[in-house]
């Protein structure tokens, strides 16, 4: 099971030394993953089932790109996993699925591990699974899904952040469909909660969750692994 936390803009530095620390020395079993703010990442000592990641990063390995991190200043931090397609990447910062290949072939070439996440918007799940389906196809254009170090994210967009969860018949429909398609492991996100958790990773196909929100609180995600742990 993987169970990945998306700190987004929370957490600094400080904190994000505790939460980190705090999580490496429980001994859990699970893979466990962490994406703090760039400017908390550190070179942190860690067990081999827990890495410390990147939110995002631009396709470069440096360059004159005022404002942007690229992989040069990731590996500094031994940065092994990447978030990339990040559902507030591509409808709040606007990013296109062109630049968002240019990202997944990038971090592709450094042999990067990629948590690549995908969903719908309100106005498609309201049109049923075949049009669910046929937008999340869209946003593996150009992507590789055979590579051996892809993770996949289902969040569908109307439930990150707000409290409403997929219902857990829904999740299954896509994640069965998706299983059709991709190998790689498949993680649910949206709304999650340490309550909800163990119902989620319990669906068939689902090998674990990506939580913004509920993560925050060390004590929560504690609980959410410690769920994974026990499953
Ligand atoms: P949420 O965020 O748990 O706050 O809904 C999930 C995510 O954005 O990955």
Same mark, same amino acid.
């Given at each position: 099971m993987i169970v990945a936390s998306n700190f987004k803009t929370n957490h600094n530095r400080k904190s994000t030394k505790e939460f980190v620390d705090f999580i490496n020395n429980q001994n859990y079993f699970s893979e466990v993953r962490i994406y703090p703010p760039f400017t908390a990442l550190n070179n942190f000592e860690l067990t081999p089932n827990i890495r410390v990641g990147a939110q995002n990063f631009y396709p470069v390995q440096n360059g004159s790109f005022t404002g942007e $991190?690229?992989?040069?200043?990731?590996?500094?931090?031994?940065? +092994?996993?990447?978030? #990339?397609g990040h559902s507030?990447?591509?409808?709040?910062?606007?990013?296109?699925?062109?630049? $968002?290949?240019?990202?997944?072939?990038?971090?592709?070439?450094? +042999?990067?591990?990629? #948590?690549?996440?995908v969903g719908e918007p309100k106005e498609i799940r309201e049109q049923g699974i075949e049009a669910v389906m046929s937008y999340i196809w869209k946003q593996f254009d150009g992507i590789d899904i055979d590579y051996d170090e892809l993770v996949v994210a289902y969040e569908p967009v109307w439930a990150i952040g707000t409290g409403l969860s997929a219902s857990l018949e829904d999740i299954k429909e896509v994640l069965d469909n998706l299983r059709a398609k991709v190998k790689a492991p498949l993680l649910y996100g949206g709304s999650v909660k340490v309550e909800t958790t163990k119902d989620i990773l319990?669906?068939?196909?689902?090998?674990g969750i990506l939580v913004g929100t509920a993560s925050w609180d060390v004590n929560n995600f504690s609980k959410m692994i410690e769920i994974a742990d026990n499953l």
């Open positions: $991190i690229g992989f040069d200043q990731l590996e500094e931090f031994d940065v +092994e996993t990447v978030l #990339v507030e990447r591509r409808h709040v910062l606007g990013e296109s699925q062109e630049s $968002i290949c240019l990202k997944y072939n990038f971090a592709k070439e450094k +042999e990067c591990e990629i #948590v690549y996440c319990d669906i068939e196909n689902c090998d």
